[in-house]
């Protein structure tokens, strides 16, 4: 079996959801093959067909659509399915000959399955895999259903009539895409990221002898992250004369670096919170081993893999009730689930866990590896795509 990868881009380093897929497929029989606009010429775990650039010089761009159009002619049949299924959407002329040129690489192919990593970019190639022969399949994760519809209500209106089978990393995104318009019978499984537990067992102790309290986060600097709640936590925290660290690990824009350092300034936070930035996978598990707390304050999350790894390394997680972070930990048992948008509760909580007995700190860190071993491995996992695409 033949399955095309759609991506932005090759796995880097950390991704190692769609690297422990790919692992898992080739493992097992399966012909990968990644379908992307930009090439890490680093990877090479599978084949990989680069599609057509877009220039902003209209004659470069002109050469290029010959070029690629001419090479369109040895896949003819594919192009000539692909036009009638466009025709019947309907859609303009020019609307048709840049959807052409835009999966020319993805018409190209020979496949029995094309995967849609993230269902936003199935729009504008709906009608690729019908054309190509293929099963459509696509994957939601947290931007595709909490941030980019509530600017595009109907985005995947075209994608709902066409795909053929759904993953979802949580119950909570695929309740919520059912809200969106997907048919309720649509077929689905739920497979959700995982840990390499291999990865964590070398990983040195590395936190020291401190009278404060360590905190960690790692999140992109964006407002769904509820960096700017957590922030306001630490000012209670700061407040009732708690004494602590606050790490940030992410990156963002220069606008979001300043909102959130602005926002250290004026709870007079300074001397208590740190952003380091994005670090390497690596550098990140050192850090979260030198930490007593690992918060997830976000607003909404379609997983989280930074709450696995957390709880992979047996840390105290307090997250938030945003999206399915509630699914990732279970409350009370492997950490600690607050409503969010409330710093209020999030401090008192911080506290609470503070407070604990050893004994019991160490029953909930217990807890939240074993449930990684058992519930996100990496084998699992790849065994669940395999049957993902078995089964359809």
């Not at 000012?235 to 602005?262: A, Q």
């Not at 699914?327 to 048992?333: A, D, L, M, S």
């Not at 990496?378 to 359809?392: E, G, N």
């Given at each position: 079996m033949k399955i095309g990868l759609v991506l932005a881009s090759t796995p880097g380093y950390s991704e190692t959801f769609f690297s422990s897929k790919i692992k898992g497929l080739q493992e097992h029989g399966f012909h990968v093959v990644l379908l992307v606009q930009k090439v890490d010429p680093s990877f090479t775990l599978c084949p990989v067909v680069k599609g057509p650039k877009v220039?902003?010089?209209?004659?470069?761009?002109?050469?290029?659509?010959?070029?690629?159009?001419?090479?369109?002619?040895?896949?003819?049949?594919?192009?000539?399915?692909?036009?009638?299924?466009?025709?019947?959407?309907?859609?303009?002329?020019?609307?048709?000959?840049?959807?052409?040129?835009?999966?020319?690489?993805?018409?190209?192919?020979?496949?029995?399955?094309?995967?849609?990593?993230?269902?936003?970019?199935?729009?504008?190639?709906?009608?690729?895999?019908?054309?190509?022969?293929?099963?459509?399949?696509?994957?939601?994760?947290?931007?595709?259903?909490?941030?980019?519809?509530?600017?595009?209500?109907?985005?995947?209106?075209?994608?709902?009539?066409?795909?053929?089978?759904?993953?979802?990393?949580?119950?909570?995104?695929?309740?919520?895409?059912?809200?969106?318009?997907?048919?309720?019978?649509?077929?689905?499984?739920?497979?959700?990221?995982?840990?390499?537990?291999?990865?964590?067992?070398?990983?040195?102790?590395?936190?020291?002898?401190?009278?404060?309290?360590?905190?960690?986060?790692?999140?992109?600097?964006?407002?769904?992250?509820?960096?700017?709640?957590?922030?306001?936590?630490?000012?209670?925290?700061?407040?009732?004369?708690?004494?602590?660290?606050?790490?940030?690990?992410?990156?963002?824009?220069?606008?979001?670096?300043?909102?959130?350092?602005?926002?250290?300034?004026?709870?007079?936070?300074?001397?208590?919170?740190?952003?380091?930035?994005?670090?390497?996978?690596?550098?990140?598990?050192?850090?979260?081993?030198?930490?007593?707390?690992?918060?997830?304050?976000?607003?909404?999350?379609?997983?989280?893999?930074?709450?696995?790894?957390?709880?992979?390394?047996?840390?105290?997680?307090?997250?938030?009730?945003?999206?399915?972070?509630?699914?990732?930990?279970?409350?009370?048992?492997?950490?600690?689930?607050?409503?969010k948008r409330l710093p209020e509760l999030l401090s008192e909580k911080i506290l609470e866990v503070i407070n604990l007995p050893e004994s019991k700190k160490n029953e909930i860190s217990e807890n939240a590896k074993l449930r990684v071993k058992n519930s996100f491995n990496?084998?699992?996992?790849?065994?669940?795509?395999?049957?993902?695409?078995?089964?359809?």
């Open positions: 220039y902003k010089n209209s004659i470069l761009q002109m050469m290029s659509m010959i070029l690629v159009f001419l090479k369109l002619l040895f896949n003819l049949k594919a192009v000539i399915n692909y036009i009638k299924l466009e025709k019947n959407v309907p859609i303009k002329t020019r609307r048709l000959v840049k959807n052409l040129y835009i999966n020319s690489h993805l018409l190209s192919q020979k496949l029995d399955w094309l995967h849609f990593g993230f269902v936003t970019q199935a729009i504008g190639s709906e009608l690729v895999a019908k054309a190509i022969k293929a099963k459509m399949a696509v994957s939601f994760r947290g931007f595709d259903i909490n941030v980019y519809p509530v600017k595009y209500p109907t985005c995947y209106d075209l994608v709902w009539n066409h795909v053929d089978k759904v993953h979802s990393i949580s119950k909570d995104l695929l309740q919520k895409a059912y809200g969106l318009g997907l048919s309720q019978n649509m077929p689905y499984d739920i497979i959700t990221p995982a840990a390499d537990m291999s990865k964590f067992i070398d990983i040195k102790d590395t936190k020291v002898a401190n009278e404060k309290i360590q905190i960690l986060t790692i999140a992109r600097l964006n407002w769904i992250k509820g960096l700017d709640l957590a922030l306001d936590a630490m000012k209670l925290l700061k407040n009732k004369g708690l004494d602590f660290e606050y790490h940030i690990i992410g990156s963002g824009t220069k606008t979001e670096f300043e909102r959130y350092k602005f926002q250290r300034d004026q709870n007079q936070l300074n001397d208590y919170v740190s952003f380091h930035g994005k670090l390497s996978h690596q550098a990140t598990l050192l850090k979260l081993k030198a930490v007593d707390i690992y918060l997830q304050p976000s607003i909404q999350e379609g997983f989280c893999n930074a709450v696995i790894e957390a709880q992979a390394l047996g840390l105290l997680c307090i997250v938030t009730d945003g999206g399915a972070l509630s699914e990732n930990i279970v409350n009370e048992k492997t950490g600690w689930v607050v409503p990496i084998k699992d996992q790849q065994v669940q795509f395999i049957k993902f695409y078995a089964s359809a």
